[in-house]
């Protein structure tokens, strides 16, 4: 068969073939098209195109920029000429990701794909229209040189003073169609001239195999060590950020996310930087621990309880799972410039954030115990995958996700962990549970009124050793301190001091010391002494036999009384309401002011608002003299201009033979005349969907918005709605 | 996971178990770097700072065997960005140095010319600076050599000072170890000194810190000159070197409000040093007049501002400073570290308290009941008077009283901060008061006789706070302070703490009103001594009525 067109391509394509092809693009089996042309059609689209392209290396990037500076059709020595020897490896790929394509007479280019690269392929200007003598550039004078060299990597474009007029080395390039005028400022070199002046190569260097990672060797024992230190610290963090939002959830700004002082807020509280508070607050998001409320409040969800049960492996494996495949990226939070940008909000969605995570983190298994230095791993990571969509932050991400995976506990020291390695496998066993250091079930209390935890606590114990002591001191141990407020806390918490105590001569290994014994009796003594609540209105009578006599009226239930002092009602109605029940029931209240005083003399309310008087719709005023002229004035020009476009669009409309058009004032005019008339009319008239039809109808009325006309064609009445008549004409 | 003594923190702070059989050995590898903090029963905390890895970095450890010590006596993994920082941190050390150049005199010079642009270009140092010699060398004036230290170290490039020390005027001092011995950590202290150049030692009241001075002079042999709080205490320095060294007494010159002799050992005081005439501090020439070879701080913590800017400005001479307790409520302790010298030698008051240099102490908080209408007095007072109220009413009074009488057989003394109140005091136990405007002759006839056993009790306003030396004072009674100072309470403390003849152990009262800022302020006082590992039992003022202690 003969091959002219990318379909004819495809259609040659062997099962084999057409598999790989989706196997490297998978996008164009979802949905699966229904034949090849359809195939072919998705296949050269730029959307399509441009998601094959970001798969390339920089090499095979390089190698279709190559092919696009070559005039179609070429061979394959045509691309290693201007390239380099090991191409034909690359254009295999291309031609497995149907970027490229051989035809009976050499190969080619799907047409899309020319477009979509830069009108200036590699910084090459186009190709020139006129034969050119190459060897002549070796004679250049030293001017003509010296522009040459400007322009010869790229961009092919310069500006002249003037085309008319240029300098005598531009001259001599222009005269030798060495350089071609692009316009009256613009010169731009030709291809093949870049081509010759690149050494006959398009691109300055290439690399044909991916540059080798460099950086620190580690040890692998501590590698683990360190990632499992990493990863009980990660899981201590997210726990850490949601307790705290469950004692004082944050409110959600208006236009979504967390503030940057709520974020501040929980750096501060969780001792780490505002970078990773945001990466932890995201953490939490993505894995559905945390929520934001219809009352835009931020705080943790049921599946934190869920989650606070399971092993650590698995509460591991959640965070991790939802961090590789997100594509938001917690390092744009307080970024430079893009400050506003917020944790948790919607704007942190970035098209490359995952596949850059995917490829980082492979290419760190790939190497174990090597902490790459960054320079490097960037330099195989933008050639395995140079981004040509987000170029501006690829560099940062990797950044980012190098020091993500850190905080996570996928490399310790910088290196990949086995942790991190078995969970990108989906081994059952991650080993997290066995290697993380045992839960501790106890603490030391000292004299100088802390406790330590020599050890991550048990999860009972840590919660509520946290409802009485603030924490001073992170990491393998915790360290705890007792203060006034920190038992003051653990007692609005609802545990008596007696609690306090009993939990913590439990859970103390060394003797509870006096001081704190103290200091908890203290505490417990003085709090809840001054009680605070809400009322609507008080009752006072100095008669304590009145006020026992109220409390037992039956009639008064209404109030739902509450005694405080002997000679002291408090009630849940207002004041008047109050009152008036009172007065229903025979009593005789008077009100009184916050002050004391009797507020006496008769009730006359006035309202604290500023009036605001009903606005008047009255009658229109009778215009002035000058007012009615400019308005006929400016009537008769708008009548004029639509009588000259309405006569033109009869003219068209007849010359056509179409449907009659009118203005709707025009409708309703003619309408009006022809009802009177009694005289039959053609209109255009429009049905539900639109379709315009064309009616012969005999008019009789205009009501309800509507013409009521007898129909030619039926011979029936019917009444035609009014803003559907698209024009009238008369017959 | 091993199983080492150590909790290595994310927020540099070090946990060292000291139930653990490895501590003794983890205290040691871990002391030249980290700052202890504070040493209750169980756990010890030591801090991981930028200028104690500094330090370290100067006494010749590098970041490596730091990590190492860290990563082999830790018990969890170490986190990874800490080690991460003290690299980071050490590295910045010594890219700077001071020289002294034959040509030019005192110079700056790196090998790091970024570095060294950084510094001129901050507009705290510009001004220290002299002529630009080449890229990477820059003069310094020579009188500017504290300053320029103390701003490098605040821009985080401290600078390695390789100009050394002047020698002073040479003068023979040494040991006379009779009848008696100098015990190894004053042994281990002067040498940490000696070694370091110039610092601060840190030890427990009663521990024997004039024999650390004593032995630092030793180790000079060069003229030196003592700064000291009061008379008293110059005197009693003058006695204890008398005593312990060579030196005879007209060697030894006071210069104080009473006397201004200069002599190759002179023991000045601060008052003096700091007294104006005419809007100048006409004593502060004392420092220059004379080639000291080593100028000692006594009781570092109570540095007065005018000789810390003149301290900077004596940076060749080498520096030691005494003290018991390196908290000042200024929050100067930077100030004092990076102008004297940093921490040369700290350690536990227990562990001294357990090879027996100093005596078991015991705390004892009384809190006291007021009375109803003494309660309602305190709660109608205006704010500034209430804690001036609270801590002297009548039932404290009372209790003082019944404690007195408990230690009839004991060497007591009541210190306190209201006049009013000791005053009051020593009327109703019938006992001496020491305050203020005692005349010095009075306060050691008094203190004689005290030490005697001849008068048994002493009421002591805050005057007696340092310095003083009481020997077999087992009991001190402290019936108010200067509001939360923890300083203060440690002193105090330290009254009582010098090792009794008969191994009996001290008891350290504070007479606490309850509910009430007393309480609050017994509570922020007592802090350090907690956190040395002193416990405080509180007991009922009823119980001391009853005799129930």
Known sequence: MEIRSFTDYLRSLDDAGLSELFAARPDLVSPVPPDLASLAVRASSSHSIARAIDSLTEFEFQILEACVALDEEFTLKNVISITHKDAALAVVRLITFGLLYPTDKGLRLPTSVSQLLINEPAGLGPASLAKLKLTELSEAPEAANRVLTQLIWGPPRGSVGDIKNPGPGIAWLLDRKFLVPLDQRTVIMPREVGIFLRGGKVHKSYQSTAPAVTGTKRVEKSVNMAAAANIATVLGWVEELLHFWAQEPADALRSGGLGVRDLKLISAHIGIDENCAAFIAELSYLAGLLTIDGDDRILPSNNFDIWLTQSAETRWSTLAANWLTTSRVSGLVGRGEAKSVATLGPELDRVNAASTRKLVINLLNEQPNLAPDLASFTRTVK?????????????????????????????????????????ITGSDEIGIDTDLPKPVDHILIQSDNTAIAPGPLEHDIARDLSAVADIESRGGATVYRFSEASIRRGLDHGKSGEEIRTFLVKTSKTPMPQPLEYLIADVAKKHGKLRVGNTSSFIRCEDTSLIAQIMSDKRLDVLSLRKIASEVLICDLDAADAMNVLRNAGYLPAAEASNGALITGHRSHRAKAKPKPPRVIGEIDPPSESTLTAAVRSIRAGEKSSHKQSKIRDLAASALGSLPRTTANETMDLLAIYVEKQQALSIGYADNNGAVSHRIVDPIKISAGALVARDHATGEMQSFRIPRITGVAPL | MTDGPLIVQSDKTLLLDIDHPGSVECRRAIAPFAELERSPEHIHTYRLTNLGLWNARAAGHDAEQVIDTLIKYSRYAVPHALLVDIAETMSRYGRLRLEADPVHGLILITKDSAVLEEVIRAKKIAPLLGVRIDKETVAVHPSQRGAIKQSLLRLGWPAEDFAGYVDGQAHEIELVQKDWKIRPYQELAAEGFWHGGSGVVVLPCGAGKTIVGAAAMAHAKATTLILVTNTVAARQWRDELLKRTTLNEDEIGEYSGAKKEIRPVTIATYQVMTKKKNGVYAHLDLFDTHDWGLIIYDEVHLLPAPIFRFTADIQSRRRLGLTATLVREDGMEGEVFSLIGPKRFDVPWKEIESQGYIAPAECVEVRVNLTEAERMLYATAEPEERYRYC???????????????????????????????????????????????????????????????????????????????????????????????????????????RPKSDGRGAIFYSVVSRDTVDQDFAQNRQRFLAEQGYSYRIIDADDVFQGKI
């Open chain 2, 391 to 497: 801590s002297t009413t009548t039932t404290k009074r009372k209790v003082v009283e019944a404690l007195v009488e408990r230690h009839a057989n004991d060497q007591v003394l009541v210190i306190g901060q209201y006049i009013s109140q000791l005053d009051e005091l020593s009327e109703v136990l019938g006992v001496p008061l020491i305050k203020g405007d005692t005349p010095v002759k009075e306060r050691e006839r008094l203190f004689g006789l005290f030490r005697t056993g001849e008068i048994k009790c002493l009421v002591v306003s805050k005057v007696a706070n340092f310095s003083i030396d009481l020997p077999d004072a087992t009991i001190a009674i402290q019936v108010s302070g200067a509001f939360g100072s923890r300083q203060e309470e440690a002193q105090r403390l330290g009254r009582i703490l």
């Open chain 1, 383 to 423: 050639w395995i995958a140079p981004s040509k969509r987000n170029p501006g932050i690829q560099e940062e991400l990797i950044a980012w996700t190098l020091r993500e995976a850190e905080w996570l506990g996928f490399t310790g020291q910088g290196a990949s962990a086995k942790y991190g390695r078995a969970f």
